[in-house]
């Protein structure tokens, strides 16, 4: 087997009156991801990733946000999207390991969700899916509440 790694970073800025997506759920908060699409730094940080480890570019490439297409997008399509081009290039997701940075909300009670939603839409085993949230601890854009981010690695493979 032929194994590769990527990785993925996402930043959007919250503001009053957006819905905050995160892990292809709706969060309830005061804030929410102003964005082109539906602003889900998780699932653009594993796009990314997973679109750089078979090299098949970024999510903005693939995906540009000057498309209206993509115009408020429910990003879990974006998720199929790319898996559906990296098993085309013949990889398949090993797993995925993930940390959102945010503030508030607090984001546990909703974590197996997002890990469960996630492997779903990915069409993996909710075992190879893992989701973390950390704040950072008031310091920084996330601290202050001004944005929120996601960062994403992942594994995988090309059987031979």
Known sequence: MKFRTGYGFDV???AEGESLWIGGIQIPHTKGTVA?????VLIHAICDALLGAARLGDIGSNFPDTSS????M???ILLTRTCALLRKSGYEIG?????VCAQKPKLRPYIAEMEEILASVMGVVADAVSV??????TLGF???EEGISAHAAVLIY???
């Not at 082109?36 to 889900?40: F, I, K, N, P, V």
């Open 12 to 14: 959007h800025r919250l």
């Open 36 to 40: 082109h699409s539906d602003g889900d």
């Open 69 to 72: 297409e993509y115009k408020n």
């Open 74 to 76: 429910d990003s879990k």
């Open 95 to 99: 797993n995925i390991d993930s940390t």
């Open 132 to 137: 973390k949230a950390t704040t950072t601890e």
């Open 142 to 144: 996330e601290g202050r």
């Open 158 to 160: 090309k059987k031979e």
